[in-house]
């Protein structure tokens, strides 16, 4: 069965240093996300992706993030300058798409990166 | 803001008997709920979802009931197993035409015991 990946798993750095956490989607799908959940917290949306561009993001997602979509396959974010409150668990995920403005189609979830900021 | 809202942290049952989990929403333009379940140190995994068009959906020992006048859904487990024993995520979408952004509840961890 087709599953979201993510790599790596746990990710320790330095305040200040720069991150790249990687996603690959399931591969017919159109639409991708990343959510973090700090420990003991919900899971939090903080942008969504659709024809290689941002179609929405939170208020978390702040000019220190950025996402990309280097090639068909990968779907990275990007924490320019890391800071204490940013360590959490970080999950990408993708939908298909469906036809119609109405989203009925299930998201799936990648098993996370860990991220520790030092 | 929480307009995803989980209100018990932690359900406590027994083997073979049924486990609801409850969750309610604030926005009314909320049109699809689904239901993750999450192990410590593992993503969301999908469970059932349900569009605002129904009130009830069924798949194997799960079924997710939709009330929409009391913006209230509820995930009921029957018969429930220790396997099932997770935190269980609510989540909803479907506001202002976002493409599918999920706003998630604390979550409830079940724990069901043999």
């Known amino acids: 069965e087709p599953e979201v990946t993510q790599t790596p798993s746990h990710q320790v750095t330095q305040m200040g240093q720069e991150v790249i956490l990687r996603c690959v989607p399931i591969?017919?799908?159109?639409?991708f996300y990343w959510y973090r959940q700090i420990l003991g917290q919900k899971v939090e949306f903080l942008v969504s992706?659709?024809?290689?561009?941002?179609?929405?993001k939170s208020e978390i997602f702040d000019d220190q993030f950025s996402v990309e979509r280097p090639d068909g396959s990968n779907f990275t974010l990007k924490i320019r300058s890391t800071k204490l409150e940013d360590s959490a668990m970080y999950f990408c995920?993708?939908?298909?798409?469906?036809?119609?403005?109405?989203?009925?189609?299930?998201?799936?979830f990648g098993p996370g990166t860990r991220l520790t900021v030092l | 803001d929480q307009q995803v809202k989980q209100n018990s942290p932690s359900l406590s049952v027994q083997e073979g008997r049924i486990s609801i989990l409850n969750c309610d929403y604030t926005?009314?333009?909320?049109?699809?709920f689904l239901w993750y379940k999450k192990y410590p140190a593992e993503g969301p995994t999908f469970l059932i979802s349900?569009?605002?068009?129904?009130d009830k959906n069924e798949d194997g020992r799960f079924t997710v009931f939709l009330n929409k006048s009391a913006k209230h859904l509820s995930l009921h487990i029957v018969p429930s197993q220790p396997g099932d024993s997770a935190v269980y995520f609510c989540?909803?979408?479907?506001?202002?035409?976002?493409?599918?952004?999920?706003?998630f509840g604390k979550g409830t961890k079940l724990s069901v015991k043999p």
């Open positions: 995920a993708s939908r298909k798409g469906t036809s119609g403005t109405l989203v009925t189609d299930t998201q799936y």
């Open positions: 349900i569009s605002s068009i129904k």
């Open positions: 992706f659709y024809n290689n561009e941002i179609s929405e």
């Open positions: 591969s017919n799908h159109l639409y």
């Open positions: 989540a909803a979408s479907g506001v202002g035409g976002s493409q599918g952004n999920l706003i």
């Open positions: 926005n009314s333009m909320f049109d699809y």
